[in-house]
């Protein structure tokens, strides 16, 4: 995940799942479909610039709050968070 690449937005919205002809569906079908709409959830941003940290600790409780929301959607753990470039800047939860 790389994180930093999210500063600076006061929201983020995530996509939980489309409507399309009036029915919810969870996947994004192949077909050129233009009554597709997507549904988003509105969570809040972060203003920190993340390429200083030097530990998540340091890190702004919204990337927290957003990396909790992305594991309890995905049913997935987030193990590695990326903020910038360089190896000093992965981490590892």
């Known amino acids: 995940m790389k994180a930093d690449v999210l500063s600076g937005l006061k929201t983020i919205n995530v996509c939980t799942h489309y409507l399309l002809n009036g029915n919810k569906i969870d996947y994004l079908p192949f ?3 233009q009554k597709l709409i997507p549904v988003y959830t509105e969570l809040k941003g972060w203003d920190k610039d993340l390429t200083k940290i030097s530990s998540l600790n340091e890190a702004p409780e919204e990337l927290h709050q957003y990396i909790s929301y992305l594991e309890k959607e995905l049913n997935t753990p987030i193990s ?14």
Request: aromatic share 12%; net charge neutral; charged share 35%.
């Open 80 to 93: 590695i968070i990326s903020v910038g470039p360089d190896r000093k800047q992965t981490f590892f939860r």
């Open 31 to 33: 077909e050129d479909n």
